[in-house]
């Protein structure tokens, strides 16, 4: 027998070897295996068994690292086809399916020290009352942690050694699992009745997992689910709901229909929302009955000791549910029947590392291959989603209303053109939402002011008449620079010089400049405005303070902060009932950027925000400033109108062969020396030209300058590419980067299915 083994060192593609006759029963696809590799060794992963190989002269297993297997056979074929499809090498694809805190030579269980009582034999030995109070406190509890038992009885370990010898208890270790929720009280919930559109989901999603699971055909089941040889069909949802309409009970029931059919479930979360209480409302579900599991959680925040313990409380099915962040698509959950992605449209589902997978685009790939259903869940859709639920490929599901009734928050969108005519040089905050955030003040009501993150390319907008310039070609915002005074198009990289008044006919305004402003600046405007008012600034450095984050969560709640002001962050699931007025300070900064998803987040996140506001007994209200106050975008978003945007925006995509009408792959060349960069880029699409000529469907844009352009020092310039037939483009791709030479301070990246350009 031999196996094919991929090594966890830089490679590129796997190697067979010899399975030695006493190994034979042990190794199996998943298996983690030591080889010999050259003169030295190497830990590897077996991807496959077979009969014989084409390589002549194999070298034999030297020992099995881990048994048994680590990785699902599923799992397996999925990192195969994340190489393939994102471009990566395969020990690169294979790396990120197992974790480190899995992989690591020191990963394993921990292990204490417990005192245990022993059962009684023969006549009780004389004891000391030292040693009779110590074996006291042991047969209260049974057992317990020898470092406890010190502590409580202020023994030390040579006293209770005696007792061990007098044969009343023993000293053994004994697996300790680290659960960070171990101290949390998790009351049990039941399932809620659910409205018309909530059962409606359920049953499909439960209709659609009968299909995967052939029911044994009792001769006496009518049931046509249960016809034996019916095909697996997988099915896709995308659950279309507002927010708070009630998704995740939908989910919580789908997942216990998976669990009575002997089927375990995956959950993604974005890690932003991957807060206790939504951990919390899974656990719940589950802790007590007849579907009873443990649920296990898998995010960036575990210690390596608790991401051990949680992978490998999946691994032996203790916990047939696992809910995490992107990575947790890979947990080695046992037959998942359910795969479920909640806030589908989330940037964050994409690395942006090697390999710079999409754990959605995942879900999708592994429901296929499992087959599990996979359900998609949004109240904003990613314009990819809702495209392949309206050609078919996706069955659509729609929550439309919140479930209590309440009625959406009033949208205002307050025109800062005229703001700006009425009332020289404060741009910041107009009279309406001044007026609006003094009346929650007096009221004691809470305000969130949302601005975007910083560092983002500035477009240049006439604040008279809100006129935006554009690429021709692309129809992105070209982005002002400051140094030689040019707007340029970081996708084709065409560059202009700014022009000395507005270029639209109708106006012709010498005014025109640049648009931008940073948090910091409207808090001290927000101190000057409301002095009295407590601000909390709440932007991308503060989450990375965890501590910080969470207490100034804590403060809001408690009311103890009056506006907010942050970063998309805070447009996130949380819930604050005394919040009635979010305001959009600034909508144009997202708006503008030189992506051509620029709407679509801009759409996502005003409706975000919105579903903020109101989440109480009180109505919520958002006033959006903009100096394009009629963008489609905007206006949709005022008017909760999911469809109409779609319908606008996948117009312009189609035009312009975007996404979803194309598939992008995005080529960044990095280094120090900015005049080298530009080079090889220019260099290198030259070469991609000829060596892809005949490549019908391609459209090829730029080099330009990605949008940040000096992030750490690195000057980056990227090509575009766009395809219909992505898969073969990378195989494409794979081939000619192996053949690429670049200069020794120069990198190239390449990433599929970008979602920052
Ligand atoms: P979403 O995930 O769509 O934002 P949730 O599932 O969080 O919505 O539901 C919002 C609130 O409504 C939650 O407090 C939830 O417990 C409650 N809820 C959901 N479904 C029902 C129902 N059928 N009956 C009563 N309350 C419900
Ligand atoms: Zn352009």
């Known amino acids: ?55 002549p002269n194999l070298k034999p297993i030297l020992r099995v690292v881990a048994t048994p297997s680590l990785v699902t056979p599923t799992v397996l074929r999925l990192a195969r086809w994340i ?43 004389r004891l000391s009352p030292r040693q ?71 049953r499909a999603i439960v209709e659609a ?97 608790e991401r051990h313990d949680e992978w490998h409380k999946i691994r032996q099915g203790r916990a047939r549910i696992v809910i995490g962040a992107r990575s947790a698509i890979f947990a080695p959950v046992q037959n998942p029947g359910l795969i479920i992605v909640d806030e589908e449209h989330e940037p964050t589902y994409k690395q942006e590392e090697a390999p710079r997978y999409h754990a959605r685009d995942l879900a999708v790939v592994r429901g296929r291959l499992e087959p599990a259903v996979v359900v998609l869940g949004s109240a904003t859709p990613s314009l990819e989603s809702y495209h392949n639920a309206r050609q078919g490929k996706y069955t659509l599901l729609t929550l439309p209303e919140r479930v209590d009734a309440r009625k959406m928050p009033r949208v205002r969108v307050v025109d800062m ?45 006439c604040p008279k008449c809100g006129f935006v310039a554009q690429c021709p070609n692309c129809s992105v915002a070209f982005t002002y ?45 927000l101190l000057r405005l409301f002095p009295t008012a407590r601000v909390q600034r709440m932007d991308s450095d503060i989450l990375q303070r965890k501590e910080e984050y969470r207490r100034i969560l804590g403060e809001f709640r408690a009311g103890k902060i009056d506006i907010l002001v942050g970063t998309q962050m805070i447009a996130k699931g949380l819930h604050f009932p005394n ?8 909508a144009d900064l997202t708006l503008h950027q030189p992506d051509f998803r620029a709407a679509e987040r801009t759409f996502q996140l005003l409706t975000q925000v919105a579903g903020r506001a109101g989440r109480g007994d009180i109505e919520g209200e958002v006033i959006v400033q903009s100096f394009t106050p009629y963008h489609p975008a905007i206006q949709y978003a005022r008017r909760h109108d999911f469809e109409g945007f779609y319908e606008q925006e996948i117009e312009f995509r189609s035009q312009l062969r975007y996404p979803p009408f194309t598939r992008v792959a995005l080529l960044t060349v990095r280094g120090r020396n900015e005049e080298k960069v530009r080079f090889v880029a220019s260099h290198l699409r030259r070469e991609l030209e000829t060596h892809l000529a005949g ?34 483009l990378a195989r494409e791709l794979a081939r000619w980067l192996h053949q690429v030479r670049l200069p020794e301070d120069v990198r190239l990246t390449v990433d599929v299915d970008p979602v920052n350009l």
């Open 209 to 305: 997992l009968d299909r995967l699971t052939p029911r044994p055909a009792a001769v006496s089941d009518p049931s046509p689910d249960a016809r034996p040889g019916a095909p697996a069909s997988p099915g896709v949802f995308l659950l279309h709901g507002v927010t708070g309409s009630g998704k995740t009970e939908v989910y919580l029931q789908a997942i216990a229909a998976a669990l009575e059919r002997g089927r375990g479930a995956i959950v993604l979360v974005p890690e932003i929302s991957l807060t206790p209480q939504t951990v919390e409302r899974f656990k719940a579900r589950f802790c007590t009955g007849p579907l009873r599991t443990l649920v296990a959680v898998l995010h960036s925040h575990l210690s390596a000791g």
């Open 417 to 461: 053109r005229a703001a700006l005519r009425s009332n020289r040089g404060v741009t910041m905050f107009s009279p309406q939402l001044r007026e609006a955030i003094l009346q929650r003040l007096e009221r004691g009501e809470q305000v969130i002011l949302f601005l975007n993150r910083r560092g983002y390319a500035t477009a240049l907008q």
């Open 83 to 125: 190489a393939e499809y994102y471009c990566c090498p395969p020990e690169v694809a294979f790396r990120s399916v197992l974790p480190g805190a899995v992989r690591h030579p020191d990963a394993d269980w921990r292990r204490r020290l417990y005192v245990r009582l022993t059962p009684p034999q023969g006549p009780l030995p």
């Open 579 to 586: 919040v009635t007025l979010v305001g959009i300070v600034h």
């Open 695 to 728: 490549w019908d469907d391609l459209i090829m844009s730029g080099p330009a300058p990605a949008p940040l352009e000096r992030a750490q020092s690195y000057y980056r310039h990227h090509l575009m590419l766009r395809t219909r037939r992505m898969l073969q």
């Open 481 to 525: 620079h400051r140094a030689g005074q040019r707007l340029l198009c970081h996708i084709c990289g065409e560059s202009r010089t700014v022009p000395a008044a507005c270029p639209n006919p109708r106006c012709g305004d010498p005014a025109i400049r640049y648009a931008g402003m940073g948090t910091q600046r409207v808090e001290e405007a």
């Open 132 to 202: 009779k109070e110590i074996l006291h406190v042991v047969e209260e509890r049974r057992a317990l942690p020898l470092t406890e038992l010190q502590q409580l009885t202020g023994a030390n370990v040579a006293t209770i050694r005696r007792l061990e010898d007098k044969g009343l208890v023993e000293i053994v270790p004994q697996i300790e699992e680290r659960d960070p929720w171990a101290r949390e009280q998790i009351l049990p919930t039941t399932p809620l009745t659910l409205n018309e559109a909530q059962s409606q989901a359920v």
């Open 1 to 55: 027998m031999v196996a094919r083994v991929i090594l966890e060192v830089a490679l590129g593609r796997e190697l067979d070897y010899l399975v030695p006759s006493e190994l034979e029963g042990q190794i199996k696809p998943g298996t983690r295996v030591e080889v010999p590799l050259g003169r030295r060794k190497a830990f590897g992963l077996v991807t496959e068994v077979a009969k014989d190989s084409p390589s």
